[in-house]
């Protein structure tokens, strides 16, 4: 009787420690959101995924390995494209390369690909900025103009777990001419995403620049604003623009005059409806004197005399 005591004691206390090791595992374990497409290819879906990874590379190629499988999620498309080759990760800068077939997706598709991937993949530690690549050259849009870096935040969230459907515009962007005295028109085709206004959405290719690809579609014009620029928020509120960019912006690094600049941005956003005037601040601040020449505390209106 003694030692059938004893048997039942010891199976007691072994499966209060399989217990106790199991809820420290789950306590120990980090809860990650994985992005899939949803089958009709309208937006980004998510699903939770609990890993008991903490090492970066592991738990890199588990996050990796959990977007391409839809096994049990017969619903889900994979978000990583089938052509994936592989990565580098150098100081927070991440890079996936895809083989060629990556560029056979059609626009929609492609973007809620990227979407789902880069919102699944920049909630590791360690992973600030993610780029895309096809055969280790940069992945080029719809429109033709490269994609460069992207974050979480270039791609917003709808509800919490969804990111609407893109939606497709023509935006009339101005850009510097020849000589960097007068601006040109260009009307650029942008798939973009539906959360993200469309006052921003200029801003955003504003920096890109003109297209030029070295082909016979390029467009017109130079670019006119420092590509290092930050984008800090764009808001509009009484048919007036308030657009607050990094202190970058003061730092010419083309050859443009102050009010090539200024009315590139000024002409592109009044373009929008809903935009009669626009106000440029630097982190906040109005107070500035732009290229020691012109003051920021201005609400600029349009200023057609400058567009050849």
């Not at 990583?80 to 580098?88: A, C, E, I, V």
Request: glycine share 6%; aromatic share 8%; charged share 20%.
């Amino acid at each position: 009787m003694r030692k059938l005591i004893m048997a039942c004691v010891l199976g007691v206390l072994i499966m209060t420690g399989v217990s106790a090791c199991g809820q420290d595992n789950q306590e120990s374990g980090q809860s990650y959101t994985v992005y899939f497409v949803d089958k009709e290819e309208t937006h980004v879906v998510s699903q939770e995924h609990v890993t008991q990874t903490t090492q970066r590379e592991a738990l890199l190629q588990e996050l990796i390995e959990a977007m391409g499988d839809t096994s049990e999620r017969p619903e889900y498309i994979s978000s990583l494209h089938s052509s994936f080759q592989g990565y580098t990760l150098n100081e927070g800068q991440m890079n996936l390369d895809f083989g060629e077939e990556y560029l056979r997706q059609n626009a929609i598709s492609e973007v809620l690909c990227r979407a789902a991937v880069v919102r699944t993949l920049t909630q590791i530690e360690g992973i600030n900025t993610i780029t895309f690549s096809v055969q280790n050259a940069a992945l080029i849009d719809a429109a033709g103009i490269p994609v460069g870096v992207m974050t979480a935040d270039s791609f917003i969230d709808n509800a919490g777990t969804e990111i609407n459907a893109y939606a497709e515009s023509t935006f009339s962007l101005y850009f510097a001419n020849e000589t960097g005295d007068g601006l040109v028109e260009v009307d650029r085709d942008v798939i973009y995403n539906s959360n993200i206004s469309m006052e921003r959405q200029v801003m955003e290719e504003l920096l890109k620049g003109p297209k030029k690809n070295g082909n016979i579609d390029d467009e017109q014009g130079y670019p006119t604003i420092n590509p290092t620029v930050t984008i800090l928020s764009v808001t509009v509120k009484d048919r007036v623009c308030y657009v607050n960019l990094s202190k970058e912006f003061l730092t010419p690094v083309y050859n443009v005059t102050s009010q090539t600049v200024l009315y590139s941005i000024v002409n592109s956003l009044v373009e929008l409806p809903g935009v009669n005037k626009v106000q440029i601040s630097i982190e906040g601040n109005t107070d500035v004197t732009y290229r020691d020449s012109v003051s920021l505390t201005t609400q600029f209106e349009r200023d057609l005399d400058m567009v050849e």
